[in-house]
């Protein structure tokens, strides 16, 4: 799956945007880089078939400073063969536990503290397995660009519970996975887990 055209363009234009507005000086410069903000919400609009694109606008006016990928952590961890994941509240689907990288804690610590509370499992990290550009993997389209790291992680002890945004937290075995979010995991990314875990000397995937 890759990106629509129009999805390439808008996230172009709202980082061109975004940049500028982080360090222009001049206000007709100011006026001229929001202009361009405001086309790149109307295009991901347009493109999304979207009534209105004022949400888009207010979300892309709310992320300041030099455009970057965004960093989605998850952590694969694994009991007798089989590999945990937790149901999302969101959209009755499961993903590996985790979420978007949070401000303050490095990427390893995120990763136990995103398991923890979204499963009720404690574990330790093993190694990082993977790190993937989400565009080049098979997932839907969103409006930014985003890096995704994953963890494998070693089952430490803990009991299985829910969470603000989870509503069951289970281990599966390779054949058969339950109906997975592919906005947050595809199936060819659990299954590269399983070979991660199986061949601990493996060095780090990448792009």
């Not at 965004?70 to 694994?78: E, N, Q, S």
């Amino acid at each position: 799956m890759t990106n629509p055209q129009w999805l390439d363009w808008a996230r172009r234009f709202q980082a061109i945007a975004q940049i500028g507005l982080a360090y222009c000086k001049d206000p007709y410069d100011r006026q001229r880089y929001e202009e361009i903000q405001r086309l790149a919400a109307d295009i991901m609009a347009n493109g999304a078939a979207l009534s209105d694109s004022a949400p888009l606008l207010d979300i892309f006016k709310n992320d300041l400073g030099y455009a970057t990928p965004k960093i989605d952590i998850r952590t694969a961890v694994f009991d007798r063969d089989r590999i945990l994941l937790v149901q999302e509240r969101e959209d009755g689907l499961w993903t590996l536990p985790g979420g978007w990288a949070d401000i303050g804690d490095s990427p390893s610590s995120g990763a136990i503290r995103e398991v923890k509370e979204e499963s009720g499992y404690d574990i330790t990290i093993l190694k990082l397995a993977a790190v993937y550009d989400r565009d080049k993997h098979g997932h839907p389209p969103m409006p930014f660009h985003v890096y995704k790291l994953f963890f494998l992680g070693d089952l430490r002890g803990g009991t299985p519970t829910t969470s603000v945004e989870t509503t069951a937290a289970e281990f599966f075995p390779e054949d058969q996975f339950p109906p997975l979010s592919t906005s947050r995991v595809t199936p060819a990314q659990l299954k590269h887990m399983f070979a991660h875990s199986r061949n601990p000397a493996w060095p780090t995937s990448f792009d």
